[in-house]
């Protein structure tokens, strides 16, 4: 199982949905290969007996990736430096990366299968050869300034290319490359949980050994990614270049997995515009377990004051910004409103403009951050209505879990929100703060026994599609059937069937 910025390191849905594969499925053994920003994230799970191997795969806060490399003892990794010379770099990577890199921004001259087939040949040439003493030549960075200032620069509506702008670019190539770096096990089945980096060792996994890749799409990752580059990259010509790597590398995985199983059947839009063959989507929903997720018998609370949560970390993904704002908007018509969002700030700037908006319209006694909590099904129970203002979703658990829980929802239509909640909650568009408010408010002014009866109906909603059982039997099935047709393959190949 392939990860990228998430199980086991950091918190959040995806990361759930690792673990509960992992701890329920003691009959397979998983070895996981976690990409990592840094190598100095703690660990946030303890893993299940049957994860045999964990394999950390920071691409920043290293000088060189052999510091967390898989050449051991050093003296394997001296070697690979002592066998990467100029003439090498020149002779036997040269011609791979210039190819690769024609394959990236020139997508109409190069069909899928050879641009697979290059990046079959970068990483075998990454297992012989040393990766810091390749990237980091002058060879390089000859070949990377040629292409992108002669070959590139005409297709992209900008000013002349600095010589900042090129070493920023191939500086970000150098890091997101590392995971080609890393040798593919010996396994039956590779399950990335991403379209994106780490899905690139199913790609190479599949074209070059033959194994069976299942790739899960929990959000869209190229739209997410989009998104994040419009805000995060300022120089138009390195923004374009991460498109078109971005572009690629799903592609590539829309291209060799064997199943593409988004976890909602919004995600098959995006899979469809980008030739996705409808035969290999399978749509499996993610569960959780109504026996911890259910309705809490709790102390009678004063009905001094409504309670609205919201539940997710602190991000610019998931509204929080919106929600405040639709906070001051209630307020006008429930005062003693508490609004209370548990979850971890991930983006401290993004946290920090939340506060400044809580102050900015005085909401210091209404809006209250309540930090992380191991017990959500006590606060799904305790409130009288779950709020979530996410911009962008693929399907969270936390609408299923507030689902079991039986709580009164509205939530924003971003990704398979609508499709979990059918007609049993309040849905509004993304980014427009009144109507979430109004949404709010009408949800406020209902008697409680009447949002107890629409938080019934969600539950039995959830019990029939969204429970783990459902998940991970899917999944099991789903293994079985993909090493089952690799065999018969391999038999057929051999001339044995």
Known sequence: MTTEGTYPFLGGGVSTWCHELTTQMPEVDFKILAIVANPYLPQQYQLAPNVTQLLKVPLWGTEDPIEYGWRFPFSRALKSKIATTGTVIDRRFIPIFEQLLMGILSPEVMDIHTLGQTFVAIHKYFLRYDYHKTMMSIEVWKCFQKLVTTGWQSQIETNRITLGEITETLRLLYRLFIPLNVPIPMVDTIHSSAASYCGLLGVIGKIEYRIPYLLTEHGTNIREQYLNLRTSI???????????????????????????????????????????????????????????????????????????????????????????????????????????????PSDPDYFERCQQKIAEHQLENNVKFAGFTSEPWQVYSAADLVVMSSISEGFPYAVIEAMLCGAAIVATDVGGVAEALGDTGSIVPANHPVELAEAIVQMLSLTPAQRTAIGQKSRDRALDLFTLKKCVQTYFELYQQLIRQARISELKLHGKL
Request: charged content about 20%; glycine content about 4%.
């Open 234 to 344: 300022p120089s138009v010509f390195v923004r374009r270049f991460l498109h078109y790597l971005v572009s690629a590398v799903v592609k590539l995985n829309y291209h060799f997995a064997d199943v593409v199983a988004p976890v909602c059947k919004y995600n098959t839009r995006w899979e469809g515009w980008w030739e996705v063959p409808p035969e290999k989507i399978k749509v499996i929903y993610n569960g959780a377990d109504p026996q911890k997720f259910k309705p809490q018998q709790l102390p009678d609370r004063p009905n001094i004051h409504p309670i609205v949560i919201n539940m997710g970390l602190i991000f610019a993904l998931k509204g929080q910004l919106n929600l405040i704002e639709a906070a001051a908007i209630v307020c006008n018509k429930f005062p003693d409103v508490e609004f209370k969002l548990y979850g971890k």
